[in-house]
């Protein structure tokens, strides 16, 4: 990854270096960057984020991948959806996203993070014989997990610039790091930047089983990654595991040892390394 000592100006470099597209999204458009050349590789966010969730890994695919990384409706750069929106209705608008962003036939592999699972594996069904693989990174929509919202922080405008900082800062460590000291300035300005731009509720999502009822439905191979410290699946790793297992016995799952649920930021060497196996592999 390009090296800088202002995060502000490492973000500005990755999107000044991006071609940007646009498809409809409610009465606006939702936004896409792209770098590389080659086959597409789809990124979906988590929840409260935006294409910058990836900013440690878009070079590593841009190198043998066309990296197309999204702006989910309501979150980032992109539109807010038409109210009321759900799972369903998110996904409808990502995959006619898909469709128009791609070439006629081209087959799409999909890495889809936290809340970007669940949409991405309902977008994968819409996409069907397209989509060529699933990767779920820290992926949500698995139902039952344990309390980990529960001591974050919420930030509000009345707090000084102090306090939000703290705020900002002990949320990312409580869900996102498994080491505090990986909470680093540029983390700090991705939560910020995508926290103060965020319009949608994805956490209701998040929380649902839709991506355990939808797996099956997904006709190309499924992947896992995970950071074993992620507090949305520690004591839930082997029921998920398993589900997957039951559908696809020979589908890939990789366990990072003391990572948390931003697992392709807190360890992009490992990650990287990973996730370039899996795509090549399928």
């Not at 995508?194 to 992947?223: F, H, M, Q």
């Not at 990789?254 to 990572?259: E, R, S």
Request: with cysteine; net charge negative; proline share 5%.
């Amino acid at each position: 990854m390009t090296q800088t000592s202002d995060p502000a100006a490492l973000l500005a470099d990755f999107e000044a270096r991006a071609l940007t597209l646009r498809t409809p999204c409610g009465d606006g458009s939702m936004v896409w960057r792209v770098w590389g050349e080659g086959d597409p590789v789809v990124l979906l966010h988590g929840g409260f984020g935006s294409w910058n969730h990836w900013v440690r890994n878009i070079e590593a695919l841009a190198g043998r991948y066309r990296v197309i990384a999204a702006d989910m409706p309501g979150q980032g750069d992109s539109d807010d959806p038409h109210h009321p929106y759900d799972a369903e209705s998110l996904a409808d608008i990502v995959a006619e996203g898909v469709r128009r962003v791609t070439h006629d036939g081209e087959r799409v592999r999909m890495v889809c993070f936290s809340f970007g699972a669940v949409i991405g594996s309902l977008v994968a069904v819409r996409l069907g014989d397209r989509v060529r693989s699933f990767t779920g990174v820290g992926a949500a929509g698995f139902g039952a997990r344990g309390p980990v919202t529960r001591n974050m922080i919420r930030i509000t405008p009345e707090m000084s610039p102090e306090e939000q900082e703290t705020a900002y800062r002990h949320n990312l460590a409580l869900l996102m790091f498994a080491d505090e000291a990986n909470v680093d300035d540029l983390a700090m300005l991705i939560q910020r930047r995508n926290t103060e731009r965020n319009r949608i509720r994805s956490r209701p999502i998040s929380v649902t089983d839709k991506l355990s009822v939808t797996l099956p439905s997904i006709k190309a191979p499924i992947s896992l990654v995970w950071g074993d410290r992620d507090v949305t699946a520690i004591g839930y790793f082997e029921p998920r595991h398993a589900l997957l297992r039951s559908l696809q016995p020979d589908a890939r799952i990789a366990m990072l040892d003391g990572i948390g649920h931003w697992v392709q930021y807190e360890d992009p060497e490992r990650f990287n390394v990973t996730l370039l196996e899996y795509l090549e592999d399928r």
